[in-house]
């Protein structure tokens, strides 16, 4: 429901607002588009939300990703929310570092990550996306986040890195409790452990004690994986360390889980919520027209992305964000997902087109912390939505679009479960 009164801000951060936040983006867009708002965290950041703003900030060199500029007390200091954090070795990674350790580290990865492993990498994805759709698909009905968003991408990206298969399905149950941990994720299929502080804590040990171990073993015994590359990547004679590596390789896992999910999740929703959309889409795949399907999911990334607001930034001195003054020390947060439905940028923002052509969306970031697994991410996102919707053609959802769930997290927008209905296959 839009927001009337022009005075009065609306609610952030309860839980209607993560149902639907669109409504209080366009009152923030309008009348307050540099606003400063205490988190129910109780820190203070400001919010851009306006387009031409929030590309200005993500490529602002004033604005540090490095948490020590933070002007916060001591106790808030450095904590910006992200599953680890606290395990200092894990956080010298590309999203908490500038210029030049950031230079330095993401040349070398992106030597590792380069598009062409990912183009190489599609016919493992398709694998995986028809394994975990006929894990459901002779039911009729399924709960898309649980059994085909979640495993998806931490299968894939376990893959890439060269974690064997014997122990993928502990990666999916770390990944499990750190979903929790941003608000509620799907339950881990070993076990009923939910993701309390102390869960967390102890899966990030886990993790980061395993890959420590993977590092040290592969680095005596290369091959062809993610990792392997990670630690044959050089620049100018100078390698990743044992923990810079590490550190990389939790970025990756981190950063390319969660978001994946929801493109999945998020994606799938939005087109069963808009009938005549995805009557072209369809239409589109069944005519193997692929051109729809790249343009389908931008859209979906432009229109109720994954990433709700970038991740932290941190002002080392004074600036100016569409006229309002930024202290030093003040951290920003650009809200994603209130830029791209702008419309000084985008014609009719709030209309899902598939086939918009001009979107320039910043559902991937701007700037030197543009995503990085981009290419992967459309990957698995055109894998995955092309194929559910060609094998389940009449798929429908299957609960009240009001009763579904959202996750509480700040910085992801996501469903907690999808349920779904369908004929069976083979019936
Ligand atoms: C599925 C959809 C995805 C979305 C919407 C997404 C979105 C983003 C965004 C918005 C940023 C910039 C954050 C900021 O500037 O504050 C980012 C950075 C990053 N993403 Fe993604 N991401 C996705 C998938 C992935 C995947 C699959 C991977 C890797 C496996 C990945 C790895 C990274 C990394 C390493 C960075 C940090 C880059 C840097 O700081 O230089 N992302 N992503």
């Not at 009065?8 to 607002?17: D, I």
């Not at 001009?358 to 912390?369: E, Q, S, W, Y």
């Amino acid at each position: 429901m839009p927001y009337t009164t022009s005075d009065s801000a609306p609610p952030l951060f309860t839980w209607e607002f993560a149902a639907d936040p669109y409504p209080a983006y366009t009152w923030l867009r309008e009348h307050s588009p540099v606003r400063r708002t205490t988190l129910p965290s109780g820190v203070e950041a400001w919010l851009i939300t306006r387009y031409a703003d929030a590309r200005q900030a993500l490529a602002d060199a004033r604005l540090s990703k490095n948490p020590a500029h933070h002007s916060a007390g001591a106790h808030a200091k450095g904590r910006v929310g992200i599953p680890g954090e606290r395990s200092a070795d894990l956080m010298t990674h590309l999203l908490n570092i500038d210029p030049p350790d950031h230079t330095r580290l993401r040349r070398l990865v992106s030597k590792a990550f380069t598009p062409r492993r990912i183009a190489e990498f599609a016919p493992r994805v398709q694998e995986l996306t028809d394994r975990l759709i006929d894990g459901f698909s002779a039911r009729g009905e399924a709960d898309l986040i649980h059994e085909f968003a979640f495993p998806l991408p931490i299968y894939a990206i376990c893959d890439l890195l060269g974690v064997p298969p014997e122990d993928q399905d502990d990666f999916r149950d770390w990944a499990g409790l750190m979903l929790h941990s941003s608000g509620g994720g799907p339950r881990t299929p070993r076990g009923r452990e939910r993701g309390s502080r102390g869960g967390v804590a102890r899966s990030v040990k886990k993790m980061r004690a395993y890959l420590a171990e993977l590092i040290h073993r592969k680095r005596a015994d290369l091959g062809d994986d993610l990792i392997s590359g990670l630690i044959r990547a050089s620049d100018h004679g100078e390698h990743l360390t044992e923990n810079e590596a590490a550190a990389m390789a939790f970025i990756l896992l981190f950063a390319g889980f969660e978001t994946t999910v929801n493109l999945v999740g998020n994606g799938a929703y939005a087109l069963l919520r808009h009938p005549v959309q995805r009557g072209l889409f369809q239409g589109a795949l069944r005519r193997g027209d692929d051109s729809l399907l790249a343009t389908a999911v931008e859209e979906l990334l432009r229109y109720d992305g994954p990433v709700e607001l970038a991740t932290w930034r941190f002002a080392t001195e004074p600036l100016t964000i569409g006229g309002q003054v930024i202290e030093p020390g003040d951290p920003v947060l650009v809200v994603l997902a209130a830029a791209d439905r702008d419309p000084e940028r985008f014609t009719a923002p709030d209309t899902l087109d598939l086939a918009r052509s001009d979107n320039p969306h910043l559902g991937f970031g701007h700037g030197i912390h543009y995503c990085l697994g981009a290419p992967l991410a459309r990957l698995e996102a055109q894998t995955a939505l092309s194929t559910l919707f060609t094998r389940l053609p009449d798929l429908q959802l299957a609960a009240n679009p009001d009763e579904l769930r959202w996750r509480g997290g700040l910085i992801m927008r996501g469903l907690r479960e999808l349920p779904v209905c369908f004929t069976r296959e083979g019936s």
